[in-house]
T-cell receptor
Framework: AQSVTQLGSHVSVSEGALVLLRCNYSSSVPPYLFWYVQYPNQGLQLLLKYTSAATLVKGINGFEAEFKKSETSFHLTKPSAHMSDAAEYFCAVSPAFQGGSEKLVFGKGTKLTVNP | NAGVTQTPKFQVLKTGQSMTLQCAQD?????MSWYRQDPGMGLRLIHYSVGAGITDQGEVPNGYNVSRSTTEDFPLRLLSAAPSQTSVYFCASSYNRVTYEQYFGPGTRLTVT
């Protein structure tokens, strides 16, 4: 079974500061990993995904994440926060080769606040 | 393409009433899913489908029913609404397992009184 833990339900940063959102996963098989963003009153939008190619994955809006198997982590980073990054971020996992995108397992989410 | 569409956007039900949340996609995606989102809980999978005529249960299927008669549509039925079903419901679709990317609809906010 898969599970996802997002450390910190709320993260606050200043505009221009580093954004670091933490995600650790548990999976009995090689996982595929995703970060989604949700702006207020909207659906989820894919930021980036890891599907066993390069361990450093670049996504939209300047975000990137690094898959670290030894640490079972997939942390999301952005060098310089912008006010428009304020949103809720979800990490999700699916089991590679055993069914995938139709049954993602999500973390509980991290709400990012960006202060001027 | 309209992508994934959901209707209605908002709904208020009384306990015991039934209703259907509609979901449609125009991307010819084989895989479709229903999730519910509750504060502090993330998204939890209710039901999913891997093609027309094929559905299966997710993590929280009780009180919900689905069918998939066409590739485009994947309605979610609440059989007898309960206050515990107050939530935001998202429908999602993906092309195939190789792509592994789900596209989400805008959601339906349901309140059961």
């Amino acid at each position: 079974a898969q599970s996802v833990t997002q450390l910190g339900s709320h993260v606050s940063v200043s505009e221009g500061a580093l954004v670091l959102l933490r995600c650790n996963y548990s999976s009995s098989v090689p996982p595929y990993l995703f970060w989604y963003v949700q702006y207020p009153n909207q659906g989820l939008q894919l930021l980036l995904k890891y599907t066993s190619a390069a361990t450093l994955v670049k996504g939209i809006n300047g975000f990137e994440a690094e898959f670290k198997k030894s640490e079972t982590s997939f942390h999301l980073t952005k060098p310089s926060a912008h006010m428009s990054d304020a949103a809720e971020y979800f990490c999700a996992v699916s089991p590679a080769f055993q069914g995938g995108s139709e049954k993602l397992v999500f973390g509980k989410g991290t709400k990012l606040t960006v202060n001027p | 393409n309209a992508g994934v569409t959901q209707t209605p956007k908002f709904q208020v039900l009384k306990t015991g009433q039934s209703m259907t949340l509609q979901c449609a996609q125009d991307m010819n995606h084989e895989y479709m899913s229903w999730y519910r989102q509750d504060p502090g809980m993330g998204l939890r999978l209710i039901h999913y489908s891997v093609g027309a005529g094929i559905t299966d249960q997710g993590e929280v299927p009780n009180g919900y029913n689905v069918s998939r008669s066409t590739t485009e549509d994947f309605p979610l039925r609440l059989l007898s609404a309960a206050p515990s079903q107050t939530s935001v419901y998202f429908c999602a679709s993906s092309y195939n397992r190789v792509t592994y990317e789900q596209y989400f609809g805008p959601g339906t906010r349901l309140t059961v009184t």
